[in-house]
């Protein structure tokens, strides 16, 4: 069959094409996913620029509910791009997304704080998070699909495993950059304008991927399929609504994404976060060692992605899962050790209860927000990285803490401050006694997991559906499982810790969900890594 002028052949592109295809669609998104983790990485320093003062925990928890809306809106912009790019085409529905990620993200670098606009200012970042979330739940989609519809059969899992690195290397150049900021800048100049450089940056980016984006053709195998006269009228319907495709929608996402978007954002984010909020580690030793990772870690994705071509996807998948299920607790007890042995010394010989009668758990704070004195006390011990027990009331007084053999009646922070110093609280992460070796030894490992599950996650799911409800039909579980189960960790873990005063208890959600993932995906999921893309219905 003959091709119009300046299209690909279909399948036969050679060697030469299909890298550049692959370095095309993965360079954009590597940017949409900067964009994106821009937010996510500043979260802790916006929780004091976009929301009032008071409890700095719920601050912290509302800071993290704005990042899970990007997330949990990624679903809905996975059906309604997912709608567009298969009636319409891959390529050109992944290039309205990338302008609106874009446009979105450059806003933020415009954006007034709290301290100027009062609750203006966490209404209109909510906002333009909302339209990141909608843009990238039609982003990774295209850029998935477009890649393994070009790529040879046997070297599909390899293909995509280039897009599974954008998410990483995105995150990556996000730590980079505001890394760069942090050394150029003392604290006052970037809490004041210089956090905004990394957002307005994002201009320069999407210049540079709409240029890359428009030089792109057509996927082969959609173009043939449109020329045919096969492609959904209805995807939308077609992909949730008739069997068998709504079956393997939800088999998706309880039997592969929602494990792995768990597994994905403990390694590298809830990480970081236990890292500087938990241990007390300066932020830029926190993102040198954590960039360290995932520099390591990164060739890996195309490894286990091009190892699934040969021995499957799915099992590659659930034994990530399965091994990130045993270890966290102990990996995340060795980072404490490692990072912040003071701290974890001082724990161990320094019990801490604290006893009320009327506390409240604050997952938003907001203008309705009270807090008592037991919601201080706890909200003061969260913040020095303290495990603590709640006990029943006791006595008069409305919280009653006890911090080694000090204890204090009541609310008052001075009081708090002496306790902790006549017990021998350490403070902040001594970085002379920080072993970095085996600090970064074990975030390394947790990437490793990472690699794992995220590595073959493209192939698996294009493979699970035709190409003419492709795009929608494997947007949607990738969105849910990475935006919501993935996306809401942070938030999840974070408020776990808070409301049971272990700074391990909130590794229990993670855990259940990818032992949920591996028990679902092996029992009612198989392996299509032999299929072609080319002769499917």
Known sequence: MATPSGALPLRASGVKEERRVIFASSLGTVFEWYDFYLYATLAPFFAALFFPKGNDTAALLSAFATYAAGFLVRPFGALVFGRVGDLVGRKYTFLVTIVVMGGAT???????????????????????RLLQGLALGGEYGGAATYVAEHAPQGKRGYDTSWIQTTATLGFFMALAVIGACRVWMDAKMFADWGWRIPFLVSLILLVFSIYIRLRLNESPIFKKMKEEGKGSKAPLSESFLKYPNNKYVLLALLGATAGQGVVWYTGQFYALFFLTITLKLDYLSAYTLVGASLLLG??????????????????????????????????????????????????????????????????????????????????????????????????????????????IAGWDEAKFKDALTKTGYPGPADKNKVNYPMTLLILFVMLIYVTMVYGPIAAFLVELFPTRIRYTSMSLPYHIGNGWFGGMLPLLATALVAATGDIYYGLWYPIIVALITLVIGFLFLKDNKDRDLKYDD
Request: hydrophobic share 45%; net charge positive.
């Open 106 to 128: 450059f806003a933020v670098g415009l954006l007034p704080t709290y301290q100027s606009i009062g609750w203006f200012a966490p209404i209109l970042l909510v906002t333009l």
């Open 298 to 407: 990164t060739p890996f994705f195309i490894f286990f992605g091009s190892l699934s071509d040969k021995i499957g996807r799915l099992k590659i998948i659930l034994l990530g899962c399965l091994i990130a299920a045993v270890t966290y607790f102990p990996l995340f007890k060795a980072l404490t050790h490692y990072v912040n042995p003071a701290l974890e010394a001082y724990s161990e010989k320094t019990p801490i209860t604290v006893a009320a009668s009327e506390c409240n758990f604050h997952m938003f704070v907001g203008p309705w927000s009270k807090f008592t004195e037991c919601d201080k006390a706890k909200d003061f011990l969260t913040k020095q990285g303290l495990s603590f027990k709640s006990v029943p009331a006791a006595g008069d007084a409305k919280v009653l803490t006890k911090i080694g053999d000090v204890e």
